[in-house]
């Protein structure tokens, strides 16, 4: 079977989620072959988290340097990588970096590039979610070896244990004046919760919940069901919620086993960031609003009146009544 590359998304300690989805993703195309990229000693740490989901190789592209920059030693280990294992395919997952990694890469090596993927064939054809959500397409490259960024939440991770072989790249060093730099490093605000795009559970809020005091009805129903919170371009642009929060076509892709959707309309830019959740829930007072035609389960009502009382049902149930 030929190799398959997969780009480890970690935080030096720990593999995200997002690439326990790539392998499995992978292991449709090929072997999937991990790639680290981080300072000396990351990928020994990384490294029987990525053998039982299924990596049949690890690769260490490792140097002090390595975490001091955005996207640049993602893509040099990814070529050297790919220039090693001639590959049957690159997997990257669709985050915001990811995204670049993959159009960088797509450039350098001349090969065909696939973003917002939310599903592999064995033949190297993919589904794939184009134009803010409007379309779902099948496509496939048919010059040069695929690079393909997959959408988070939309492969099930799958625990196949391996005994990899370990690989070893050089990267070269990164000219600053070239790259983006990381001058700092922030924990983001959240505490426990799950990270947005990890999520089994995204319960968000848009312009309806009125304000950024509204949130706690949003948060607290996310945290009743172990969940992230997510919110809409109007709810953050009305400063009722972080950026970072935000779903859509210009916020984060999201596609999680349940979507609770809370004061927000269902404008085809947030659809596009969430309609490939698995169940999705909206509580909306116009009975009219966009949402509820898309929505699995729909609730006319006032949120305030309608959260609070999931909220309680939830933490009574967790309880065990
Ligand atoms: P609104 O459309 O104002 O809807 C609020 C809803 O809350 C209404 O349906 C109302 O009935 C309901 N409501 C009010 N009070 C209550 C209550 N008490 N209980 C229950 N329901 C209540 N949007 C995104 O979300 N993500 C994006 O990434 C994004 N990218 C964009 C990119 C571009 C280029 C453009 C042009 C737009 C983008 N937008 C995006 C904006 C998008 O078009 C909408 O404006 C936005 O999604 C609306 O957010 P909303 O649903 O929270 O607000």
Redesign the pocket.
Known sequence: MPDVLVLVDHDGKRVRRTTHELLAAARRLGDPAAVVVGTPGTAARLREDLARHGATSVYAAESPEADRFLATPAVDALELAAGDASPAAVLVSATTEGREVAGRLAARLDAGLLIDVSGVDPSGVVTQVVFGGSYTVRAQVTHGMPVMALRPGSFEPQERPELPEERQLALPPVDPAASARVTARRAAPGGDRPALTEADVVVSG???V?GADGFKVVEELADALGGAVGA????VDAGYYPHQY??????KSVSPQLYIA??????I??LA?MQTSKTIVA????PE?PILGLADFGVVG???AVAPVLTQEMAARRAGR
């Open positions: 848009g312009r309806g009125g809409s371009r109007a709810a935000q779903v859509g076509q210009t916020g809370l004061g927000i309309s269902g404008a830019q947030h960031g509580v909306n007072k116009d609003a006032d949120l305030f």
